[in-house]
């Protein structure tokens, strides 16, 4: 059972074009969603975050929008650099007494120079 | 400060042997998560720690794996014994406490190939 969906495995973009990233969920209880990083090798990183009870949450070129009603969030990275080249992570958080996150497949964002 | 250190980074062994993983987290972190990462997957949680008592291992196989962490600092994952579906990263994170709405810390993780 996929909570959490990333359906798109792989994005290629442009450098100084805007990359979206996209996440589907189902269970209309997770009340906070993040956004991770991860680069080869490394483990993933934190990015962004936002409330079930927000729409939007800006922070420097990254921007995570959600639609509860479509259970859907897309991470928006405006202007795309090829530093941003990674596999992106979104993960829910199920049980706000808890820190366990769930986790979707990632999505491999490619920026060429 | 210091990340997230786990140990070996990388680690090969054949089924039905046995293994371990070790990791040391942020200094002062309470919280201490073990995930593992399946190629092509996502990051699944095991085992949560707060301080050395367990929060949740709902998805941790205990009939093979194993963790402990003593005197609430550093953590052990076991398996034993290992299987081929086990071939994995093994990721530990931290954090100061056990809410994780504002994210984790990563270590770089361990990769266990089972042959």
């Known amino acids: 059972d996929q909570q959490v969906k990333q359906n798109s495995p792989s994005l290629s973009v442009q450098e100084g074009r805007i990359s979206i990233l996209n996440c589907d969920y189902t269970?209309?209880?997770?009340?906070?969603f993040l956004w991770y990083k991860k680069y080869p090798a490394e483990g993933p990183t934190f990015l962004i975050s936002i409330s079930s009870i927000k729409d939007k949450n800006e922070d420097g070129r990254f921007t995570v929008f959600l639609n509860k009603s479509a259970k859907h969030l897309s991470l928006h990275i405006v202007p795309s650099q090829p530093g941003d080249s990674a596999v992106y992570f979104c993960a829910a958080r199920p049980d706000s007494n808890t820190g366990k996150l769930i986790f979707g497949q990632g999505t491999t964002l490619q920026v060429k120079p | 400060e210091a990340g997230v250190a786990q140990s070996p980074r990388y680690k090969i062994i054949e089924k039905r042997q046995s293994v371990a993983f070790w990791c040391n987290p942020i200094s002062g972190h309470a919280t201490l998560y073990w995930y593992q990462q399946i190629l092509g997957q996502g990051p699944k949680l095991l085992i949560q720690f707060q301080n050395n008592g367990v929060v949740d291992d709902s998805q941790l196989p205990k009939d093979r794996f194993s963790a402990e962490r003593l005197k609430g600092v550093d953590s052990t994952l076991k398996i034993q014994p290992a299987k081929l579906e086990d071939s994995a990263v093994y990721l530990c994170a931290s954090s100061p406490e056990g809410r994780a709405n504002y994210g984790y810390t990563f270590g770089s993780g361990t990769r266990l190939t089972v042959v």
């Open positions: 269970n209309s209880m997770f009340d906070y």
